[in-house]
């Protein structure tokens, strides 16, 4: 049982690049989440998923896109990767009954 | 105003020391709080659920003020180990998903 698992866990990209981060859970959860972290600063939530199929948008969305084609997998992409875009990002799953987050390693993301 | 604001902090205290944080939340319709724990650099995990009885787990006391949209942690004799940023999370209905995490606050804890 892994938990839930983030990949790549480093990266660098040069400005304009684009990249697909991927997030798996293994516990059967609803819900899963996308979130970043710059440093000194709490995790602001970038898009959430209530559902195969379904994505919502948080709270700093612009620049992002999502997909959740299967219940397991939570992709976020970065079209068109910016200095901005320089953050940790973490993925989390829980279920829809219980409120507690469960959260992958993070990806440290550097955008030259 | 965001949407769940803590102390900013930091607290710097002795061993064995009292300590207490603050969260309050602005959504009056918020069903589910938390507080979780991040050391440097790694990710955050649940150190626990806050309910409206209020709960105790060991040193630590989490309380649920709906009246005043405010959540609290206590953390009683403190250790070393305990130094960590503390993050409360307010989570909207439950079928919603939505979950908006306050900006933390740091704690460090010295000898």
């Known amino acids: 049982n892994a938990g839930v698992t983030q990949t790549p866990k480093f990266r660098v990209l040069k400005t304009g690049q684009s990249m697909t981060l991927l997030c798996a859970q293994d516990?059967?959860?609803?819900?899963m989440y996308w979130y970043r972290q710059d440093p000194g600063m709490g995790l602001r939530l970038i898009h959430y998923?209530?559902?195969?199929?379904?994505?919502a948008k948080g709270e700093v969305p612009d620049g992002y896109n999502v997909s959740r084609l299967k219940k397991q997998n939570f992709l976020l992409g970065l079209e068109s990767a910016a200095p901005s875009q320089t953050s940790v990002y973490f993925c989390a799953s829980r279920s829809h009954t219980v409120g507690e987050q469960f959260f992958g390693p993070g990806t440290r993301l550097t955008v030259l | 105003r965001k949407e769940v604001e803590q102390d900013p902090g930091p607290f710097n205290v002795p061993e064995g020391a009292t300590v207490a944080f603050n969260c309050t939340y602005s959504n009056s319709a918020s069903q589910s709080f938390f507080w979780y724990r991040q050391d440097c650099r790694k990710e955050p995990k649940l150190l626990m659920s806050?309910?409206?009885s209020g709960n105790e787990d060991g040193r630590f006391t989490a309380q649920l003020n709906r009246a005043s949209q405010y959540i609290s942690l206590l953390i009683r004799d403190s250790k070393l180990s305990d130094s960590a940023t503390y993050l409360c999370?307010?989570?909207?209905?439950?079928?919603?998903?939505?979950?908006?995490f306050g900006d933390g606050t740091t704690l460090t804890v010295k000898p």
């Open positions: 998923s209530v559902g195969e199929g379904t994505t």
């Open positions: 806050v309910y409206s």
């Open positions: 516990m059967n959860h609803e819900y």
């Open positions: 999370v307010v989570n909207e209905d439950t079928n919603a998903g939505k979950s908006t």
